[in-house]
């Protein structure tokens, strides 16, 4: 009865992930502030600074835009296609590019119209004033 308890508990333990310690949770999270410390120090040598502020007003509004923005910026600042810095103007070029990409497809109803509305009176414009 023992070993069959010690073999459940066993496969119990192997169902499990292996728990991350403290230290490889802050390591990690270190590593994440480094990395957005160093997008957003690259981000300011390819914006004009009323550009920076724009791009981190829209990332509190829509962060899934502002990081596809982010990440074209950075992808053709370090391809070189990225001559002087990106003012507002052309960031609200690329924003529009990027949200047109990013929506989805959009579900429109249309309406039947039916002809015998209006013959039964239940249109506004019936002139009736019997209350139908």
Do not use: C, F
Request: charged residues 30%; aromatic residues 2%.
């Amino acid at each position: 009865m023992a070993s069959t308890n010690n073999n459940l508990k066993n496969m119990d333990a192997t169902k499990q992930p292996p728990q991350k310690s403290a230290e490889d949770l802050q390591r990690e999270r270190q590593q994440q502030e480094h990395i957005e410390e160093q997008r957003k120090s690259m981000l300011s040598q390819v914006l004009l600074p009323e550009a920076m502020q724009r791009l981190q007003r829209i990332s509190i509004v829509n962060p899934q835009n502002a990081r596809a923005v982010e990440n074209y910026l950075l992808q053709s600042a370090r391809s070189g296609r990225i001559r002087s810095k990106i003012g507002e103007s052309e960031l609200i070029g690329l924003l529009e590019q990027v949200s047109t990409q990013t929506k989805g497809p959009s579900v429109k109803i249309k309406r039947k119209a039916y002809d015998s509305d209006d013959d039964l009176g239940l249109t506004e414009s019936s002139g009736s004033s019997d209350g139908w």
